[in-house]
């Protein structure tokens, strides 16, 4: 997505022309680790992860770049934007497995994991006489203000268990019987909105 400008020595020609540029600052944490225990004939694991997402990137454009005295008359059109998406992750998961075998023949294994989703997702897009402009910042070069919003779009939760268990029996050499339980409970919450303060001006197709 690049700027636009009219001055393309073509009457009432307006292209998408000048060069704009993404500013990218993303991190990831990650935090993981499993410990395991043999009691008897049972083999015990426990293990857990964590992970954090940020993300605050920005696209950068001029509109009407290089629209200024005395190319055109005053006091032109010229004016930068930055357009900001920052996204917010985080999610924890843990899980547990046991494992036991009471001889050759019969084993029994039982399992536990849990798992946390957190997502908060939210921008602005601002204009003014340079990139990363306060909100509400007067930009002379507009015929009318342009437009500066500073929004929220979605939150998400999610929390999902799982449980199951496995009784395995070879009664004899060619014959192999498994039984198995599992058991899944899971609940959402999503907000959807769009919470947009605005400053008067164009259009938001602008």
């Given at each position: 997505?690049?700027?636009?400008?009219?001055?393309?020595?073509?009457?009432?020609?307006?292209?998408?022309?000048?060069?704009?540029?993404?500013?990218i600052?993303?991190?990831?944490?990650?935090?993981?680790?499993?410990?395991?225990?043999t009691?008897g004939?049972?083999?015990?694991?426990?293990?857990?992860?964590?992970?954090?997402n940020?993300?605050?990137?920005?696209l950068?454009m001029?509109?009407?770049?290089?629209?200024?005295p005395?190319?055109?008359?005053?006091p032109?059109?010229?004016?930068f934007?930055?357009?900001?998406?920052?996204?917010?992750?985080?999610?924890?998961?843990g899980?547990?497995?046991i494992?036991?075998?009471?001889?050759?023949?019969?084993?029994f294994?039982?399992?536990?994991?849990?798992?946390?989703?957190?997502?908060?997702?939210?921008?602005?897009?601002?204009?003014g006489?340079?990139?990363?402009?306060?909100?509400?910042?007067?930009?002379?070069?507009?015929?009318k203000?342009?437009?500066?919003?500073?929004?929220?779009?979605?939150n998400?939760?999610?929390?999902?268990?799982?449980?199951?268990a496995?009784?395995?029996?070879m009664?004899?050499?060619?014959?192999?019987?498994?039984g198995?339980?599992?058991?899944?409970?899971?609940r959402?919450?999503?907000?959807?909105?769009?919470?947009?303060?605005?400053a008067?001006?164009?259009?938001s197709?602008?």
């Amino acid at each position: 997505m690049w700027g636009d400008t009219n001055l393309t020595g073509i009457t009432g020609a307006t292209r998408k022309i000048a060069p704009a540029f993404r500013d990218i600052d993303e991190t990831r944490d990650i935090l993981a680790f499993d410990i395991s225990k043999t009691f008897g004939n049972t083999d015990v694991l426990l293990g857990m992860r964590y992970e954090h997402n940020e993300n605050d990137d920005s696209l950068n454009m001029v509109r009407g770049a290089g629209q200024l005295p005395p190319a055109v008359p005053p006091p032109g059109q010229q004016r930068f934007v930055t357009q900001r998406q920052k996204d917010d992750v985080d999610l924890f998961s843990g899980h547990g497995i046991i494992e036991t075998r009471f001889n050759e023949w019969l084993w029994f294994t039982a399992g536990y994991s849990y798992t946390g989703f957190q997502n908060d997702l939210s921008g602005t897009r601002l204009y003014g006489t340079d990139f990363n402009a306060a909100f509400g910042e007067p930009v002379p070069t507009l015929s009318k203000p342009g437009p500066r919003f500073h929004w929220s779009l979605w939150n998400g939760r999610s929390k999902k268990h799982v449980f199951n268990a496995n009784l395995f029996w070879m009664p004899i050499k060619e014959l192999d019987v498994l039984g198995g339980f599992r058991y899944t409970h899971e609940r959402e919450r999503q907000l959807r909105e769009f919470s947009c303060a605005r400053a008067n001006g164009e259009p938001s197709s602008v």
